[in-house]
């Protein structure tokens, strides 16, 4: 939120104050309303919501210190969220693009391609987030039951998640270019192709992720659509949304329904399971 406010006071006054030097006090509707604008422009529906809130929240406080007048108060909140599109946001990955990915890092034998492997067995057999994946340390991964801990993830609810069978390898042939040093799971490759145990950053994901796409020739997707290819598949295979949720690390059940790409085949494959009693006789 601190970031939020930091962004609005420099919207405001053309980069002269932030959070804490902007007299939040004098904002009328005027203002709050141009804040909406230009936040609607540049941001998604959620983060501009979130700094619109982060707004509201400041000018009730300035409202309960008696520094701004009920009436003025009353306009300048009075400011709508910006609407949030109903339709789906990602994809589910198919089987073929994933093995494709795959491939390109198997065919790399330098430790960029067991490390990018790793990286990808990981998102897609976890449904880890980018920021989550990168904070792995060595420590937090038990290679006997594929269990990765992780800490601080989102919302700030510790979890452990649990690889396929199928990834642990790829994760172990990772681990003996990398070896058994502390530090992060995932780290740093120098141009000279050797190891740094320095953690890779979430922006670093998005650029391994691009150039092995360029590669397989898959086009179009992001590390969250290995987040949102694993819940599908999962509730697909007949998991039931609890567990999912807790694996995915979701406050609700509802926002892992969110993340369910499965298509019309699926709900037609559903109501399969279902029968009619009795039958016509026929002449």
């Keep these: 939120m601190r970031q939020a406010l930091d962004t609005i006071a420099r919207l405001l006054t053309n980069g002269s104050c932030d959070a804490i030097t902007l007299d939040w006090a004098a904002l009328r509707y005027k203002h709050t309303a141009a804040v909406r604008s230009v936040l609607m422009e ?10 619109l809130s982060a707004l509201r929240r400041v000018l009730k406080e300035a409202l309960r210190l008696e520094l701004m007048d009920a009436k003025d108060f009353a306009r300048a909140v009075d400011i709508q969220n910006v609407k949030v599109s109903k339709e789906l946001q990602g994809r589910a ?4 693009e994933i093995a494709d990915l795959m491939q390109v890092c198997f065919d790399d034998f330098t430790p960029t391609g ?4 790793a990286l990808i067995a990981m998102l897609r057999g976890a449904g880890l987030r980018r920021s989550e994946v990168v904070s792995l340390n060595l420590s937090d991964f038990n290679p006997k039951s594929g269990a ?4 601080g993830a989102k919302g700030g609810k510790d979890r452990t998640v649990y690889l396929p069978d199928g990834a642990i390898p790829v994760v172990e042939d990772w681990l003996g270019v990398r070896g058994g040093a502390a530090g992060s799971l995932l780290c740093h490759i120098n141009k000279a192709g050797c190891v740094v145990l320095r953690k890779l950053t979430s922006q670093a994901v998005l650029f391994i992720l691009q150039k092995r796409g360029k590669q397989a020739l898959v086009t179009d997707f992001s590390a969250h659509d290995f987040r949102r290819t694993f819940i599908s598949e999962l509730l697909d295979s007949g998991a039931d949304i609890s567990t999912v949720q807790r694996l995915a690390g979701h406050a609700s059940p509802e926002l892992t329904a969110r993340y369910d790409r499965r ?13 009619i009693p009795g039958s016509r006789k026929r002449r």
Excluded: C, F
């Design 93 to 96: 990955l198919t089987e073929k």
């Design 42 to 51: 540049k941001y998604a529906p959620a983060t501009a919501n979130k700094m």
């Design 114 to 117: 067991y490390r990018d492997a």
């Design 263 to 275: 298509g019309e085949q699926t709900k037609r494959r559903a109501v399969q399971a279902l029968s």
């Design 148 to 151: 990765l801990k992780v800490w």
